[in-house]
């Protein structure tokens, strides 16, 4: 039970940070909480068209299809995932190091990007004349 209560509470803690990273690129912080409309929002704070979603259930039908082709579908999966990632590393100023960090320790980098002093400049850094970033997508 002890491990259950732990797991919840990295859990809130993980959803409490994402909604923090929402909120600071301009988005509603609740659309963490509705599946499929957060990935549509988690495009939009990278930078990237909405439709980048759909690569995120490829694999799910290429396995029906054959396994193999599940599988190299998982692997594009994973390669539009790491767009993403960098997209939102950017984004919010930082660079490689930081999306490799989002990537394999997302549980420490998320946090580091929601609490931390990092602001969003938007796609590729614009931001106005009063400092608030610049929407060009």
């Keep these: 039970i002890v491990a259950i209560i732990i797991y ?4 809130i803690f993980l959803i409490a940070s994402m909604w923090k990273v929402f909120t600071k690129a301009g988005q509603p ?14 495009c939009k704070v990278a930078g990237k068209p909405w439709w980048w979603l759909l690569f995120f259930f490829l694999p799910s039908i290429g396995i ?5 082709l599940g599988a190299v579908l998982a692997i594009v999966c994973l390669v539009f995932m790491i767009m993403l990632y960098h997209g939102i590393s950017t984004n919010f100023g930082h660079g490689a190091g930081f999306t490799v960090g989002l990537i394999l320790l997302g549980i420490v980098f998320i946090p580091i990007l929601a609490w931390g002093d990092s602001k969003y400049v938007g796609a590729g ?3 106005s004349t ?6 060009l997508v």
């Excluded at 009063?130 to 929407?135: A, E, K, S, Y």
């Design 29 to 42: 912080g609740w659309a963490i909480l509705i599946p499929i409309y957060n990935l549509v929002i988690l």
């Design 130 to 135: 009063d400092g608030q970033p610049l929407d």
């Design 8 to 11: 919840l509470a990295v859990v």
């Design 64 to 68: 029906l299809i054959h396994p193999i």
């Design 125 to 127: 850094g614009a931001t």
